[in-house]
Nanobody, 117 residues
Framework: QVQLVESGGDLVQAGGSLRLSCEAS????????VGWYRQAPGKQRELVAL???????DFADSVRGRFTISTDRFANTVYLVMNSLRPEDTAVYYC???????????WGQGTQVTVSS
């Protein structure tokens, strides 16, 4: 029932920055957890960053210190700001959300991030 639409993926040089956006069809304040995952060609989907309703965040070791996750309740949007990008960050990035008291998660369609050397 929750619709998630990602945007902001692009081709960027190593060392550059991007901001990804995930717009939700429902109030993000009703979400227990919102996060970003990524999947590179030939690899499994992996966690990138999470933000919980309490405000607590969690990051993959590979991105900690370089990426930040935040929300805008007025825009019903979660952001992933990616700094110091590396070629190994190249992947399709997916937004994920779990509403409070929900038994399932919801996924967006993904946005492509390509980091060139």
């Amino acid at each position: 029932q929750v619709q998630l639409v990602e945007s902001g993926g692009d081709l960027v040089q190593a060392g550059g920055s991007l901001r990804l956006s995930c717009e939700a069809s429902e109030n993000i304040l009703t979400m227990d957890v919102v996060g970003w995952y990524r999947q590179a060609p030939g690899k499994q989907r992996e966690l990138v960053a999470l933000i919980f309703s309490s405000g607590r965040t969690d990051f993959a070791d590979s991105v900690r210190g370089r990426f930040t996750i935040s929300t805008d309740r007025f825009a019903n949007t979660v952001y992933l700001v990616m700094n110091s990008l590396r070629p190994e960050d190249t992947a399709v990035y997916y937004c994920n959300a779990r509403p409070i008291h929900s038994s399932r998660d919801y996924w967006g369609q993904g946005t492509q991030v390509t980091v060139s050397s």
